[in-house]
């Protein structure tokens, strides 16, 4: 899966980059700003972008909705440490909602889509008797 990583935080971003090769994914580009975002966006056309809300040029839960104008097919998976913006940002259209201290390590399983596809079961964990 091709991905864009969006966090103001050079560190945090090195950080999730290196979660998502380890998973196999493909780095579409990272960015600082929304501005920078957009332009990978145009450039690259990611399957994914994981994103943080809170970028010098975008404030708050209106990055979701700038992400889903520029890229409306893309997986958008917000982490961010701004808790209580899950609810709008779900709302507002991303696909998922991590919390940096808690949640970081999923990054990959929300990307991963065996996980997300019904069709795909472990039929082994169901009691059918």
């Excluded at 560190?11 to 380890?22: Q, Y």
């Excluded at 600082?32 to 839960?61: C, F, K, M, R």
């Excluded at 700038?66 to 913006?85: C, D, K, Q, S, W």
């Excluded at 472990?122 to 059918?128: A, I």
Aim: with cysteine; glycine share 6%.
């Amino acid at each position: 899966m091709l991905v864009l990583v969006v966090d103001r935080s050079a560190a945090v971003r090195a950080r999730v980059i290196a979660r998502l090769r380890e998973a196999g994914h493909v780095l579409a580009g990272e960015a600082a700003t929304l501005a920078e975002a957009s332009a990978l966006i145009a450039a690259q056309a990611p399957d994914a972008i994981v994103a943080d809300v809170e970028l010098p040029d975008g404030p708050g839960v209106e990055i979701v909705a700038a992400l889903r104008a520029r890229a409306p097919g893309a997986t958008v998976v917000i982490l961010t440490n701004a808790t209580h913006f899950r609810p709008v940002c779900l709302a507002e259209g991303a696909d998922h909602f991590l919390d940096k201290s808690g949640e970081f390590d999923m990054i990959t399983t929300v990307l991963d889509p065996t996980v997300l596809d019904p069709t795909v079961l472990d039929l082994t964990v169901l009691d059918l008797e």
